[in-house]
């Protein structure tokens, strides 16, 4: 994923995880998801500057969950399946991994004590 805005040391996953910690950023994620927003939508929807949306763009934008192009005069949000494809696979990891670790736990508590 070829991103603009890095944290660096974090993998795909973190920086989507890290990127949606911040309210700001979720709030912009769950209007662009309800539909495409223009930036200043955003902006007074946030009650925030245009700089700053635009910053929480990029940040969101890094991590493949928002893409904008340009209309006319203005810049148009809308969801990026990138990022959810990486966190619909870090949920399938994890998942796996965990189902692996309960059933090796069970297979433990089944065993006959000594």
């Known amino acids: 994923m070829t991103a603009t805005v890095t944290i660096a040391g974090l993998d795909d996953a973190d920086r989507i995880f890290a990127a949606l910690g911040d309210g700001t950023r979720r709030a912009i994620y769950k209007m662009v998801a309800a539909g495409p927003r223009t930036v200043s939508t955003l902006a007074q929807a946030l009650g925030v ?5 635009a910053q929480h763009l990029r ?7 928002v893409r904008t192009r340009k209309d006319g005069r203005s810049r148009v949000c809308e969801m990026d399946s990138q990022g959810l494809d990486v966190l ?3 949920v399938r990891l994890n998942r796996q991994l965990w189902n692996d670790r309960f059933d090796a736990l069970d297979a433990i508590l089944r065993e006959d004590p000594p």
């Open 49 to 53: 500057s245009l700089t700053a949306v």
């Open 88 to 90: 619909a696979a870090w």
């Open 59 to 65: 940040v969101l934008q890094a991590c493949g969950l």
